[in-house]
Nanobody, 116 residues
Framework: VQLQASGGGLVQAGGSLRLSCAASGILFSLYTLDWYRQAPGKERELVATMATGGSTNYGDSVKGRFTISRDNAENTVYLLMNSLKPEDTAVYYC???????????WGRGTQVTVSS
C-alpha cells in the first residue's frame, strides 16, 4: 500500500494550493479519505475528511477555505486550499481508512508554508 502526497510548497498569504494524494494497493473506493496536518510543536489535527459516499467534514479552522475531493477512477484525493494563512503552515498528510476492517494507511506528508 502506498499513498503519495504532492503539491505542497511556499505560497503567500491569501494564495492557493492544491494537494494531491495518489493511492495504490488498496480498493480506493472503499476507503474514507482524510487530510491531516501537523505544525511544529503541535499535535496532528484533522483538516478534512471525505467518506466513501462523498460526505465531507472539515476542521473549524479551514471551513469555507479548503475543499476535499476524490477521484475514484484515478485513486486520488485532493485538497484545494484557498485564502491560505500563515497558521496553515504545516506538514500535510493524507490518510485512507477502511471503516469495516479498521485498516488505516498514511502518506509521507508534504510541506505547506504560507508566508505573511
Amino acid at each position: 500500500v502506498q499513498l503519495q502526497a504532492s503539491g505542497g510548497g511556499l505560497v503567500q498569504a491569501g494564495g492557493s494550493l492544491r494537494l494531491s494524494c495518489a493511492a495504490s494497493g488498496i480498493l480506493f473506493s472503499l476507503y474514507t479519505l482524510d487530510w491531516y496536518r501537523q505544525a511544529p510543536g503541535k499535535e496532528r489535527e484533522l483538516v478534512a475528511t471525505m467518506a466513501t459516499g462523498g460526505s465531507t467534514n472539515y476542521g473549524d479552522s479551514v471551513k469555507g477555505r479548503f475543499t476535499i475531493s476524490r477521484d475514484n477512477a484515478e485513486n486520488t484525493v485532493y485538497l484545494l486550499m484557498n485564502s491560505l494563512k500563515p497558521e496553515d503552515t504545516a506538514v500535510y498528510y493524507c490518510s485512507a481508512l477502511n471503516r469495516m476492517s479498521g485498516n488505516r494507511y498514511w502518506g509521507r506528508g508534504t510541506q505547506v508554508t504560507v508566508s505573511s
